[in-house]
Each structure stands twice: as structure tokens, then as C-alpha cells.
């Protein structure tokens, strides 16, 4: 088993995606643990202003490289609600939360979805068939926030500093490896 530790809003982590279906051809079972990585972000978000130079360039060579469409928002989202839904579903409906990730992953960064719109959230709760009373519950009574906070606790014992960091055989590995030394770094993988 791998944990992972991303946020909605990372770029990084959108196309870390693609990592972790290597992850997965390799039969490896990987956790996916939310960790908000800018909790400075208003709740009602930010502009993001131009996103040019060569990290972007970088980031829309890769997300290219692994066949995922990248439109930049034109906001920064806050995420902490949409992660805390994340980890209540991982929590409660855990056949249901990679679809769930992918599709908030895709509202964000294909289609510019305000991440921080509980009604956003909603909805794409919805399209994976989650009870929507029983979320809002959980958001209600800080279910779903504590166990956020739970995660991101894990992360930060584990040296979590930055999105995406995986913790493989021990080991906290953090950004964006290229493709090529992921494939080698999982591939001398211990057996669990």
C-alpha cells in the first residue's frame, strides 16, 4: 500500500494522476488522503492571474504527456470542503471515491468549476450516487472536517510539505516525478 496526499487545486496533483496509474498497472494499492495545501485561500477564492512561464510550460507538457486536458482556472479555489467530502466519501463509500477525486480533478481543471461551491461539490457527490443528506450531515456535525484534519495529520508526521507526496516503502517522495523515475522507483518497490 502507498498513501498520497493531494489537493483539487494543485496542478501537480492533477497530473499526478497519471502517476498513479502506474501505480495501479503495477497492482499496488494506493490511499488517496486529501491535505489542503493553500488553507490562505479565501473561502470565496482568488483571481489567479496570468499563468505563464516555464513551470506552467512544464506542467502543460505533462499533463499532455499523460492525456489529460489542462485549461487553467481562471480562480484558485478553496478546497477545504471539497477535501473533507473527499475523505468522508473515501471514508464511508470507498468504491465510490476515486470516481469521485477524478471527476473534481476534471470539474477543476477541464471545465474551471469553482471548487469551493458547495452546490459543485454537490453535484458531482451526486453523479456517484452519495447520499447528499447524509454528506451534508457529516459537514454539519464536523465529521467530515475531522477526519480531513486526521489526514492531514497523517501527512504532516509523514513530512508532508508540499502536494503530491507519496509515502512508499517508508519513504516520503514529493512533486511531480517525471514519469520515467516513477515507473523506476515504484518497479524496486518491496513486497508489502
Known sequence: ???HWFDFMCPFCYVAQHRNDILARRGIEVVHLPYQIHPEIPEDGLDAGLRIGPMYEHLDREAAAA????NWPA???NTRRAL???EWIRRTAPDKADDFTKRLFHAYFVDGENLGDPAVVERHATAVDIDVDELRGALSDGT???WLVESELAGAEA???ATPSWEINGQLISGLL???EFERL???RRPA
Open 144 to 146: 467530515a472536517a475531522t
Open 84 to 86: 473533507s467530502v473527499a
Open 1 to 3: 500500500m502507498v498513501r
Open 186 to 188: 515504484t518497479a524496486a
Open 159 to 161: 513530512g508532508v510539505r
Open 67 to 70: 492525456g489529460l486536458v489542462l
Open 75 to 77: 480562480r484558485l479555489s
Open 178 to 180: 517525471p514519469a520515467s
